[in-house]
């Protein structure tokens, strides 16, 4: 009995450690996928912040590209200085001086070049330039009235630009009802006299500073063929009244020798130097 006790106490023993110990726990089910029915609304409906400043950020730069229409200016539409700048600058020759410097450059050759082949050239070649002209004194006189032509040209340029920037950058703007005498002068609000003043400064004044580097080279180039033209006429001048014996005529002094070339009948005796 003792011993059968002993075996049913140990047995008891086991069983209590086998129900002790907890069987694994099954690895845990993925989780499902989300998808649009589980999201919340408000993630679709509210962007987010990056593409709300480029929509606000687009929207400036085109409202700033694009200004409103100026209801209460009292001005013309062809006298507002925003209007003449666009006119200018689709004209010619004013375009010229606001685009590309190569094809500027090329322009102004080719006026001068037209200039001195068709009109300067005949004008110095069969004009009453004098006798005595050589080839190389008409060419330059050709092409300095082509040089004289393409400064006329630039200056024209200057003067219009600079009436355009001038309006852009004032304050007040000067304009005329219907005529001469009925002379008005109205004052640009804030948002019209920034807009007229940054465009004066980054486009108008950039042009101007090119025209005036061209009218500084024209001059300097003007100076120089016509600097060459008196140099050569003058030496022309020096070797004709060179005559044959040696001696030299001077303009407005009588000479007997030319004289007697000129009327030898008025000399048949001897003549006043024997």
Partial sequence: MEERSKREKSLGIHMALLLSIKPPSPPPSPSPPLTSSL?????????????????????????????????????????????????????????????DFVEYCSRLLVTGAGFALFVGLPVSWYGSVGVGWEPIQRILGAVSSGIFAVTLAVVRMYLGWAYVGNRLLSATVEYEETGWYDGQIWVKTAEVLARDRLLGSFTVKPVLNRLKNTLVTLALSLFMFIVLLINTEGTQKEANITTSGGERAVAGVYNDESARSFEPEAFCGPSLAD
């Fill in 39 to 99: 999201l919340p609304h408000t993630t679709f409906n509210k962007p987010p912040k990056s593409h709300q400043h480029q929509t606000r950020r687009f929207s400036f730069s085109y409202s700033s590209r694009n200004p409103p229409p100026e209801t209460d200016c009292p001005v013309p539409p062809e006298q507002q200085p925003i209007n003449e700048y666009q006119s200018l600058s689709t004209s010619s020759p004013f375009s010229w001086a606001s685009g």
